[in-house]
């Protein structure tokens, strides 16, 4: 465009912004690409931040100095996190979903751009004000929600696999042990993937006892890596935790496969401070 | 909000309309939501509408009548799309991929949120003017590029699996042969996971013979499901390939693990009419 009157610039500042979130902006190259003044800039600026924070979509950060600049800090309100959850609990409840074994079927819901981005939205939410290098999943179902977290952390995604690749090159290996303690696997993760001392939020589709997990700490361990964050989509009821503490979007309080019967709840998510 | 002015509703209409691509959203909605007349909310959607195209970032679809409303249709200019693509390149010429048996590493890569969502939007970008009810990926790899496509489409993600899981319900399983014609593995679709006749778009990160591809064409088949398009991150040589039409974004031309050397070009998607 030859000429960029405010409304244009309004329309594509929150483009640039909402899609790089956590990207550090100068506010020189905004006024460069606009041939407008910082001042007016600025002005613009703080009309997307009002916007964005009044609808709980998170607001706008501004750094000062030199080297400084604005970014997009992803956010989701209580009403908006509570409208999606409670939409999942409702389709996790449908006993359709119930499988022989006494599994539940979730690979829609998985599959579900819409919901998986907006999972990811909430995570990012409750876990962006750290410092977060990576987000750590296992191969295969978590991956979704770990790319879609990820996205809106501007960090990347590392996978730890079950089985040894040949395309991973060398990988660091450890025993996992399911929460029955019956049965062991090896979780690998590729030596490249992830440097020392990085600070790593996990990210999985489902928890019981939490062997995989703990498999996760173990291996990150290894890396002389800090896990600043545990959050899962779906805590199921163990009698033992092998994790402490970690954030649950949704909790199965009963799954009776005789009587076809799922019952779900919110995940101990809403009862952390900023949402209690 | 109490008070909508334009600017704060352009802020808020880009928002809505970039984070839902393809959803039809109400021109009433909007008018309810602002307490604006639909004349204003339409010159605002034409300044949007304007902008977006203007830098090659798609554009606004207008449906007329009762049902009728507005979308956001994602794009990609040539000029965007050759920029990410010859970043790919570079990153992938680098000889510390080369591993063990002429393998490349690709994790970084497929794990770096930022590519993988322009990925994905060149893919929904090349593909979109067709009607897909579905993007279909293999697991492990190609999955995040399988999200981000499907997110700028708005169409679910559906997982092929090589080893069976209690967790996907039903399946129906194929046999899949390695372009060298040595190797076989079975690979599984949940049955519930599409329905027949689907339009199905299939991507994936990696493709030599197109074994790979090949048995999602034959999985798709058992649904009398109708595929739409190929596309792949990378292509390498082969000599022989088990599938026609596909769209490539970067392709290995020589590999060359002794004097570990490799050479990588922009991909077929290149050649299309759009972009030649």
Not at 13 to 30: A, D, G, S
Not at 122 to 142: P, R, Y
Not at 172 to 183: D, F, I, L
Not at 245 to 266: F, G, N, T
């Amino acid at each position: 465009m030859d000429k960029w009157k405010r409304s244009a610039r309004l329309v594509d500042m929150t483009r640039q912004l909402l899609v790089q979130p956590y990207r550090l902006i100068p506010l020189t190259t905004f006024a460069e690409r606009y041939h407008a003044a910082k001042s007016s800039i600025s002005e613009d600026l703080d009309i997307i931040d009002e916007v964005l924070k009044a609808e709980g979509n998170g607001e706008l950060e501004t750094v000062a100095g030199a080297a400084g600049g604005v970014r997009y800090i992803p956010d989701i309100g209580r009403d908006q996190a509570l409208h999606v959850i409670q939409g999942l609990c409702e389709r996790l409840s449908n006993p359709e979903r119930i499988l022989p074994g006494g599994f539940l079927y979730l690979s829609d819901l998985l599959g579900d751009t819409t919901l998986v981005n907006e999972m990811g939205r909430i995570f990012a939410s409750v876990f962006g004000g750290k410092k977060i290098d990576a987000v750590l999943t296992v191969e295969t179902k978590g991956i979704p929600i770990a790319y879609a977290t990820a996205a809106y952390l501007r960090a990347p995604v590392v996978i730890a696999r079950y089985d040894y690749r040949v395309t991973e090159g060398s990988v660091v290996t450890v025993n996992t042990v399911s929460g029955s303690g019956k049965r062991m696997r090896q979780l690998s993760l590729s030596k490249r993937s992830l440097s020392e001392r990085s600070r790593v939020l996990i990210v999985d589709d489902f928890m019981k006892a939490g062997g995989t997990v703990r498999g996760m700490f173990d291996l990150l361990n290894e890396f002389n890596a800090e896990v600043v964050g545990v959050g899962v989509m779906l805590e199921a009821p163990a009698r033992e935790r092998l994790v402490d503490a970690y954030a649950s979007l949704v909790q199965v309080r009963e799954l009776d496969v005789k009587e076809r019967r799922v019952q779900v709840d919110l995940g101990n998510i809403f009862n952390r401070e900023r949402w209690a």
